[in-house]
């Protein structure tokens, strides 16, 4: 197995913890554990927990809230994992290799490239539909997923809410695409990690409605601001898939945390869900406003298709300079980091993550300016 470089994670890894202003982190500002456990009683019983393994595809009471998400879903439609990182990482392993003739990943790009890495390392055929601009929104091209599947297509990978450019797919993209993916006999995997981190008022629908072979991973990190938990899962109809999914991550992670099944359990109890999915829209909505201010400053310099969800959007800048080299330099000469477009195959742009820290934000915002105009 040969692994491409995962250039987006690998920059972050570098530079995340060592800049002044990190806007390449594609979350909100996380939630500290007295605002997840705010009460006594519940802070007691966090500290009585016997740190043992939990049940290793995550407990009843964790699936029942996940599966709470999917209609007409119960516990035994869920596999909890370690982030929604291993959930991508198991669905791939496993479909790839309980399929003889299907070799072919079709792949939603831009996006975040793990799907595409993974596919491409278990020796897939991986293809690409892109999101396009058009009307001044990124939309799927769906003449083109036509155009790519065929019989030996596995699987059509979706990120919906999208990552980088923070676009949704709407009811009849997702119903054009199930249709294809039925013709040409292929499973759905759709990533929707960042779904109920809208900044518009309609929650993103979710693939699980239109389609009965999907794989939906997702997890605790994006749009709960939860990522130090490590939770993650996939949800599927097909009860012997999700058993078969659960015998693959034997051999990853065995299981997910304690404090982190624990935690996330009481992260999506309904009242908690609702207190943080409202936190996130918050910080969104204020931090968005910010982002735009700042893009009307620098509109003869730079273009931004507004994002629908997601802490998320691409840059588009006129400068030309390859964004690989001006993410390095924006390290080096004003300790800022944001993500190369070139790590989502789309160049002359950056994405930036604008869920965290308004002032730090602004002032990242600033310097990425001020560099632009090559202004000390
Ligand atoms: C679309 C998408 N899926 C999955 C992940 C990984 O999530 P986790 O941190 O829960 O492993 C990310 C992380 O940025 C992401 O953007």
Known sequence: MKLDEFHLERIQSQWENIVDYNLSESGVEPLRLNELVPHNRLQREILETKLGYPQTNGSIPLRRNVSSLYEGATEDHVLVTNGGSEANMVSIWNMLHESDDRDEVVVELPNYMQIWGYSRAFGANVKSFWLTEGDGAWLPDIEGLKDMVSKKTNLIALCNPNNPTGATMKEEHLKAIAEIAEDCGAWILSDEIYRGAELVEQRTPTMWDYYDRVLVTSGLSKAYGLPGLRIGWIACKD??????????????????????????????????????????????????????????????????????????????????????????????????????????????????????????????????????????
Not at 282 to 287: A, T
Request: proline share 5%; aromatic share 8%.
């Open 239 to 376: 009860e012997d898939k999700v058993r078969d999914l659960w015998s693959y991550s034997d051999y990853t992670s065995i299981a997910p945390s304690m404090l982190g099944d624990r935690l996330g359990q009481m992260a999506l109890e309904p009242a908690m869900r609702e207190f943080i999915e409202k936190r996130t829209k918050r910080i969104l909505k204020e931090n968005w406003a910010a982002m735009e201010k700042w893009l009307g400053e620098n509109e003869d310099i730079m273009t931004c298709i507004p994002p629908e969800a997601a802490p998320v959007c691409l840059v588009k800048y006129s400068e030309s300079i390859k964004s690989t080299e001006l993410a390095e330099s924006l390290i080096q000469e004003k300790s800022v980091l944001v993500a190369p477009g070139d790590h989502f195959l789309l160049p002359q742009t950056i994405r930036i993550g604008y869920g965290h820290d308004k002032k730090k934000l602004v002032k990242g915002l600033s310097l990425t300016a001020d560099f632009l105009r090559g202004e000390e």
